[in-house]
């Protein structure tokens, strides 16, 4: 029979309490119980009135279980009859009305004061009488998991609940007490308060399912355990479980700090594809195999196709993949999740809107379903009366609307998971070979074929069709590729992946300018890859990024050793703006704070800068090896992401160094660049130059921490604090190579000096090529008191009139050192006669010699100082654009050869240079053979030689 008469079938404005009583028979019984309450509804505030019953519920006789459980059901009742009016009853009297995400929130609220009275009704229970440690103390918690754990419950679900506890604390709190039965005392009544049904009905049911280990009897698991299970032997589901996870019961502390714990453990640091192939399994077993054109009777909303669990599984395996990388993605909240997976451009706007409509009406459907009788439910009902009424009770017209309505949202559900998580087998991109492939559509045939050795012509033939020429280096690789003969290939889900990409991936090195060094190069790159299923996964899912990876296989064998040494650095091509202009100085700032909002402490903020660091880095060269950026724009962001580093961790270092030695009141450190950091040049491979100046107001006053230091051996320490932080070794490996040897004494002074010690030593001692090096110097940390006070420094000892000859005979005299380290070569272009050093010399050189007249020569960059030397007819346009345009040719020249190889370099040694670095190096250069490259270097450096010996004088022969 259905639940209520046609008679019953008003507006929700008519009389909204005997709409909702028509509509759902629980939530009459409900106003049944409390006519007081009814009275109040529509009259007063949501909030007070949720408020209220809290506050009721605390003041009743709880001391008995009878007495608990008595009132904890009629609070529940009480609490449901007030969100669900509030939610429902839509006519403008209703204070503060509900929209479907703040009911869920309302009702997560009130399961954890019903959790929260339980435990602490069975804690007081069977304590030690003498136990005067309160529970949220006792080492005792519950964390709440899925919906509720993401405030999100429905009216009637279950609660998923893990109970943990630490047992250093709790036998503490309980002294001798044995704690494993006292425990199975504690979560007996606690689960007999909330589900054991009596004539009040129950309160929420629990499911313990989560538990690590859940078929096991213990009634709560401790830490220790839970650690050692987490880290050794929990699986993938569980991670997205822990997605939701927080506390709502017991000692708040240690839960908290167990969750932290647990934080890498919930957010890998890399990509993990592997993970999104187990979510859709798990997904697949637990989906009903419902159509989205069967008809809506008996449907289920929930697990079926296009239903709450896929919005679900989308957005928590878009965490899992990102989460690690994003921590704005570290959110319970299935609606808050999607916007920032909007706002950091994983979804579009339009998506994001779309399943937030699909969520909330499906969320409210079930609440629908569940109020009919306070039955966890998730199907239409399949009597058609019944059904009628629920569409009544969402507000359509009929069942035929709202089944045109529910199609809608569940077709475009669907369509989003499946076009986002698509099977391999569903995707024409995911196809075993390209169709313009003449390799075998079966994948297993064309594996067989370079495997069996009774197919070696047949293999042969089948790759010069690929267009691989030198097939007797290859076949060899192959075939340890597909025997499983590297670590990285052994696993059986390696040998698969790769079997299946083989086809794709043949065809990608295919398309390279050299084919078979850009495949041998990485078949060194799998032989020192420790696993490579993951590596596979990323271009099973991803394809496009093989024709990137073939790419640097091809030219930068430098490039793939930091794919080896960390292939997590693949992750960062997914992100749509990898192949777009890095962003600004102050963007690229933002973008590291945000990810050293997780940050536990000063080791951690070191890892996360490395990987940032090392991600933007990294897509800079692949940016070059592309032709996207240009040689100014490379350096200016190669500069940008140094400043920042050192921007975000001096700070914290200091922050740190100030907890064992204490500071100077009115003194700090200041960092200036130099070198190639200082003029805004910084290349892939370049080192740091720096020098540490610090001031303060007395030379002999000591710090003031524990451990007290004078200012020189404090800021000497603090120094080398900083120095390891940007070039030691961690997990995330290195950053920089630091160079502090242009400070004052060089390597023989201190590593760091005081103002008045660099102000005296600049003034009286230095020699002119460290004026010329100053020349570079930028201030980048210190207070703008400070940063005049350097830049006044500097800029007084740059703008001293000096002696023209003697200035000559240094420059030549430094020249002549510099190249007798460093024998002539070619295609050294920094080195060699003509190169990047010489036009450097001759900048630095013009404005030691006229910035005492003309101060407006002095730059930082090289190329501006030689265009205001040209501006203040220092040197003739014509020969300050030769120059400029030299030093353009040689960075983008020497960028590229550093980005891709070690010194020393000579593109006619095939170990040095493949065919695709050449090619890139004349397409750079605009030349059409690598001979006519030769000639072009050769022509450009004897022009800037003989502006050299024109502009300062004659090299000694």
């Not at 187990?278 to 289920?300: C, F, H, N, Y």
């Not at 070569?825 to 001759?842: A, C, N, S, T, V």
Request: glycine content about 4%.
């Amino acid at each position: 029979m259905p639940f209520y008469h046609k008679k019953h079938l008003l507006s929700d404005r008519d009389n909204p309490l005997e709409w909702l009583a028509a509509c759902s028979p629980y939530l009459k019984r409900c106003m049944a119980e409390n006519p007081a309450l009814v009275a109040r509804l529509g009259k007063n505030n949501s909030k007070t009135l949720l408020a209220a019953a809290a506050e009721s519920l605390t003041k009743k006789n709880t001391t008995t279980q009878k007495h608990i459980m008595t009132a904890l059901r009629q609070f529940k009742k009480q609490c449901h009859l007030i969100i669900a009016y509030s939610d429902y009853a839509d006519y403008t009297d209703t204070p503060n009305r509900y929209d479907q995400q703040q009911a869920m929130h309302a009702l997560s609220h009130c399961a954890d004061t019903c959790i929260q009275h339980a435990l602490n009704c069975a804690w007081r229970h069977h304590a030690p009488k003498n136990c005067t440690t309160p529970l949220t103390q006792s080492g005792l918690f519950i964390l709440a998991m899925g919906k509720l754990g993401g405030y999100e419950l429905n009216y009637s679900s279950d609660v998923d609940l893990i109970i943990f506890y630490d047992p250093t604390t709790l036998h503490q709190a309980i002294g001798d007490t044995n704690a494993s039965a006292l425990l199975t005392r504690v979560v007996r009544q606690f689960v007999e308060i909330l589900t054991k049904k009596t004539e009040d009905g129950y309160v929420w049911r629990i499911d313990f399912r989560l538990k690590p280990d859940h078929g096991t009897h213990a009634a709560a698991l401790s830490l220790p355990a839970a650690e050692n299970y987490y880290e050794h032997q929990a699986q993938n589901w569980e991670r997205a479980a822990f997605i939701k996870a927080r506390v709502c019961a017991g000692d708040t502390q240690h839960a908290k700090q167990f969750l932290t714990y647990l934080k890498p453990f919930i957010w890998r640091k890399h990509l993990d594809f592997t993970t999104i192939n187990e979510m859709k399994a798990i997904k697949t077993i637990m989906q009903t195999k419902s159509r989205i054109d069967d008809t809506i009777l008996g449907l289920d909303i929930k697990r079926g196709r296009g239903g709450i669990r896929d919005i679900e599984f989308f957005v928590q395996n878009l965490q899992l993949l990102w989460g690690g990388r994003i921590p704005a993605l570290q959110t319970a909240s299935t609606l808050h999740t999607l916007k920032q997976l909007r706002i950091h451009n994983k979804i579009d706007s339009a998506t994001e809107k779309a399943l937030k409509q699909a969520y909330l009406f499906l969320r409210r459907l079930e609440h629908c379903l569940q109020l009919r009788a306070d039955q966890q439910t998730h199907h239409i009902p399949r009597d058609n009366t019944d059904a009628e009424t629920i569409a009544r009770f969402m507000k359509h017209k009929n069942l035929a609307h709202l089944q045109r309505t529910l199609e809608n949202h569940r077709t475009y559900v669907e369509n989003v998971y499946e076009t986002t998580f698509q099977d391999s087998s569903d995707s024409p991109e995911h196809t075993p070979a390209p169709p313009h492939t003449s390799a075998p559509s079966n994948y297993s045939a064309f594996a067989q074929i370079i495997l069996n050795p009774d197919h070696e012509k047949a293999a042969h033939t089948m790759l010069n069709k690929e267009g691989f020429d030198n097939t007797t280096t290859l076949l060899p690789c192959l075939r340890k590729w597909l025997a499983g003969k590297y670590p990285s290939t052994q696993s059986a889900s390696a040998q698969e992946a790769i079997k299946q990409l083989l086809p794709t991936l043949l065809h990608a090195f295919a398309e390279q300018d050299d084919p078979v060094y850009a495949l041998t190069t990485f078949d060194r790159f799998l032989a020192q890859l420790p696993i490579g299923s993951q590596l596979f996964n990323h271009f099973h899912y991803h394809p496009s990024l093989l024709s990137v990876l073939a790419d640097i296989m091809g030219k930068a064998p430098r490039l793939a050793q930091r794919l080896t040494r960390r292939p997590a650095l693949l992750d960062s091509m997914l992100d749509k703006d990898f192949f777009s202009h890095l962003p600004n100085k102050k963007q690229l700032l933002k973008e590291l704070e945000a990810r050293l909002t997780s940050s536990r402490d000063l080791i951690d903020s070191l890892d996360i800068a490395r990987r940032w660091a090392k991600d933007r880095k990294f897509q800079l060269g692949v940016q070059t090896l592309q032709n996207k950026v240009t040689a100014t724009q490379n350096a200016q962001s190669y500069t940008d992401i140094a400043d920042n580093l050192m921007a975000i961790l001096k700070p914290q270092v200091e922050k740190e160094f100030a907890k064992t030695y204490g500071t100077f009141p009115n003194s700090e450190l200041a960092v200036i660049a130099m070198g190639k950091w200082g003029g805004g040049e910084l290349r892939a491979a370049s080192d740091l130059d720096m020098i540490f100046v610090y001031k303060t107001i007395s030379l002999d006053q000591p710090s003031t921490g524990p451990t007290r230091l004078d200012p020189l051996a404090y800021y000497s320490r603090l120094t080398q604090r900083l120095i390891n932080a940007l070039s030691t070794k961690t997990q995330s490996g290195e950053l920089y190579t630091i160079d502090i040897k242009l400070r004052p004494s060089g390597e023989q002074g201190p590593l760091a000096c005081s103002l008045q010690t660099f102000q005296e030593y600049q003034q009286t001692t230095a020699w002119d090529w460290e004026h010329m090096a100053l020349t570079r110097a930028r201030p980048i940390h210190a207070s703008p008191t400070f940063d005049r006070k350097l830049t006044q420094t500097i800029t007084t000892i740059l703008t001293r009139q000096r002696d023209p000859q003697q200035l000559i005979d240094r420059t030549l005299w430094m020249r002549q050192r510099i190249a007798q380290a460093n024998p002539h070569k070619p295609w050294d272009l920094k080195h060699r006669i003509g190169g990047i050093i010489d036009i450097e010399f001759i900048a630095q050189y013009l404005q030691l010699r006229h910035a005492h007249t003309t101060p407006t020569i002095l730059a930082h960059r090289t190329s501006d100082a030689l265009k205001n030397a040209a501006q203040n007819t220092i040197i003739t346009s014509k020969d300050a654009q030769t120059l400029i345009d030299a030093l353009n040719l040689w960075q983008q020249l020497d960028g590229v050869i550093r980005l891709c190889h070690k010194d020393p370099f000579d593109p006619h040694n095939r170990q040095h240079a493949s065919q695709g670095l050449i090619n890139m190096l004349t397409h750079i250069a605009q030349c059409p053979t690598i001979d006519a490259l030769d000639a072009l270097i050769e022509t450009q450096a004897s022009r800037v030689a003989q502006l050299f010996d024109t502009l300062i004088a004659p090299r000694p022969t």
